[in-house]
């Protein structure tokens, strides 16, 4: 059985070389190849002596996601969505007599362009457990856990195919399907290849992890000496209100989730970003913002204010001038505050509307 190579770190590649008796600097040139690079085929790695490239064709893969459909939006942005490669079980029991159908895993990606840089926004699990009550990912329920190189290929895919147009700067966000700290292992092997200067090359102030607010995996990345940017998903000011949204609130309510943000070591140049879904009538008062200032007093920490976008759930979008009365509250106390509007609203993009939706276009 050829040996999947995608999502294999450098030390992954030079042991998976040495295996088959080649010098291990080798396992080096196939990771530059592979991530810095992009080159899927190994007939393309010019680097590596015809003879490897041949046993390679033949003892090795590197299974890329099909791309089912992109839905462009009328704002540029793109919604991929991806057929995941079968895993080797699924292989087997295909084999078998399984229909080919009833194994496909699906996961959405979403492209950004825009002046100067693209935004990419990756899923970390097919689906979701987290159960997050204004998100239609929830109602997926969860699928399974992504492998590293299911994630790493959401980044490397978009980028080849957009490569005659590419700006300078590349930002991932791993905000998509999942809840990253869920699946920890493989998404922090996944970003230690984005992240490296000698893989995908990406600067950790443009790579953003976003949580519901896992406590226990935000103070295990807090020990990485490689990581992205955090942000936490907060979307209410009170704990009986975060119950009612997001019943994860419950495991770990604001006080744990606010100690756990105060105790993240932030680099000089990092902020802590906490989001914050505005759901009209919910969550958008004044008391909420003011209290949102309150929870937020001895963090180094941004918000991002995001208005909700439409789905078929039981929430309204809030009004503009909701809006901007919140933005200002926080702002006149000195909270460094944005307001995101979604991009790729109209064609089932933006935030919390990933559920795999297809529609015409
Ligand atoms: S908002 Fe994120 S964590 Fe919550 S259900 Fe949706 S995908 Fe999961």
């Not at 443009?206 to 000496?225: C, Y």
Request: with cysteine.
């Amino acid at each position: 059985m050829p040996a999947e190579l995608l999502g294999k770190d450098r030390e992954e590649l030079r042991t998976f070389c040495k295996g088959l008796g080649e010098p291990a600097f080798r396992g080096a040139q196939l990771y530059h190849a592979v991530y810095a690079e992009r080159k899927f085929d190994f007939a393309r790695m010019t680097n590596l002596p015809a003879a490897l490239r041949e046993r390679l064709a033949t003892e090795a893969r590197i299974s890329l996601p099909e791309i089912r459909r992109r839905f462009k939006s009328q704002d540029g942005s793109a919604r991929y969505l991806l057929d995941l490669p079968p895993d080797e079980e699924r292989r087997t029991r295909n084999l078998l007599g399984e229909h080919p159908a009833a194994q496909r895993t699906s996961i959405e990606a979403v492209f950004m362009p825009s002046e100067g840089r693209q935004t990419i926004c990756i899923s970390t699990q097919a689906g979701c457990a987290v159960d997050c009550h204004f998100c239609l990912t929830a109602q997926l329920g969860l699928i399974r856990n992504l492998t590293p190189g299911e994630i790493l290929a959401q980044v490397l895919l978009p980028l080849e195919e957009h490569k005659s147009d590419l700006a300078p700067q590349t930002n991932v966000v791993l905000m998509g399907q999942g809840e990253p700290l869920l699946n920890f292992d493989a998404v922090m092997t996944a970003v230690r290849i984005l992240l490296d200067p000698d893989g995908v090359a990406l600067s950790p102030k443009h790579v953003t992890l976003s949580t519901s607010g896992i406590v226990p995996g935000i103070e295990r990345l807090a020990k990485e000496p490689v990581r992205p940017k955090l942000a936490i998903s907060l979307n209410a000011s009170q704990d009986e209100q975060r119950d009612a949204l997001m019943p994860i609130n419950r495991k770990y309510p604001l006080a744990m989730l606010l100690e756990a943000g105060r105790k993240y070591p932030l680099r000089p140049w990092e902020w802590l970003t906490f989001e914050y879904v505005l759901l009209g009538g919910v969550n958008d008062s004044p008391e909420d913002a003011r209290r949102v200032v309150r929870l937020l007093a001895h963090l180094k920490a941004k918000v991002n204010l995001i208005p909700w976008n439409p789905g078929e759930l039981p929430y309204d979008e809030p009004s503009a001038d909701r809006v901007e009365e919140f933005r200002r509250i926080l702002a006149e106390k000195g909270v460094p505050v944005f307001v995101r509007y979604s991009r790729g609203r109209d064609v089932m993009a933006a935030c919390g509307q990933l559920a795999l939706v297809e529609i015409q276009g």
